[in-house]
T-cell receptor, first 112, second 111 residues
Framework: SAVISQKPSRDICQRGTSLTIQCQVD?????MFWYRQQPGQSLTLIAT?????????ESGFVIDKFPISRPNLTFSTLTVSNMSPEDSSIYLC?????????FGEGSWLTVV | DAKTTQPPSMDCAEGRAANLPCNHS???????VYWYRQIHSQGPQYIIH???NNETNEMASLIITEDRKSSTLILPHATLRDTAVYYC????????????FGTGTKLQVIP
């Protein structure tokens, strides 16, 4: 199975600040995705991270709030900008190897 | 929108088989059924997937109906560590497509 590493694993952030989450995948992965999981909820897809170009965002998510980079095949970042308490969630990176999708352990963000 | 529907919760006695149903009535001919589970907000863990034949691995069995409109994940001897939220999704196996998740089934294994 593919290995996906995320950091930070958790953080407590001040309102109004921004935080960048990093995701490293092994070479089996071709597509990368970012999900958000709010407390007690299912996973919601934020965007598809495209290598070397702008991410493809889902309805309700915009680049100004969640800028995403993917400079190479195995690395991506998600920034949560100008955070508010409503952004307190788990943010999950996932990678698609073609045969299946794998997930990182998630980044728990608490905004105070 | 998610293409699957699942019961929100189920209980299962420890040591008994857990049978988790999933409805995917709009599945297309090239889409596979995948199952994941998420234990206490860890990252979702892949369990098993199949197209139309029944599948079994070291974790579970997957039974897909002949018309492919529904499936059942079977955990043959549930343990307390199987308590988790189980998600059923459909996707193309090699289509590199995005995947949306439904609400899943929260399985509680009872001692």
């Amino acid at each position: 199975s593919a290995v996906i590493s995320q950091k930070p694993s958790r953080d407590i952030c001040q309102r109004g600040t921004s935080l960048t989450i990093q995701c490293q995948v092994d070479s089996q992965v071709t597509m990368m995705f970012w999900y958000r999981q709010q407390p007690g909820q299912s996973l919601t897809l934020i965007a598809t991270a495209n290598q070397g170009s702008e991410a493809t965002y889902e309805s309700g998510f915009v680049i100004d709030k969640f800028p995403i980079s993917r400079p190479n095949l195995t690395f991506s970042t998600l920034t949560v900008s100008n955070m508010s308490p409503e952004d307190s969630s788990i943010y999950l990176c996932s990678g698609d190897s073609g045969n299946t999708i794998y997930f990182g352990e998630g980044s728990w963000l608490t905004v105070v | 929108d998610a293409k699957t529907t699942q019961p929100p919760s189920m209980d299962c006695a420890e040591g008994r088989a857990a049978n988790l149903p999933c409805n995917h009535s709009t599945i297309s001919g090239n889409e596979y059924v995948y199952w994941y589970r998420q234990i206490h907000s860890q990252g979702p863990q892949y369990i098993i997937h199949g197209l139309k034949n029944n599948e079994t691995n070291e974790m579970a069995s997957l039974i897909i109906t002949e018309d492919r409109k529904s499936s059942t994940l079977i955990l043959p001897h549930a343990t307390l560590r199987d308590t988790a939220v189980y998600y059923c999704i459909v996707r193309y196996s090699r289509g590199y497509q995005k995947v949306t998740f439904g609400t899943g089934t929260k399985l509680q294994v009872i001692p």
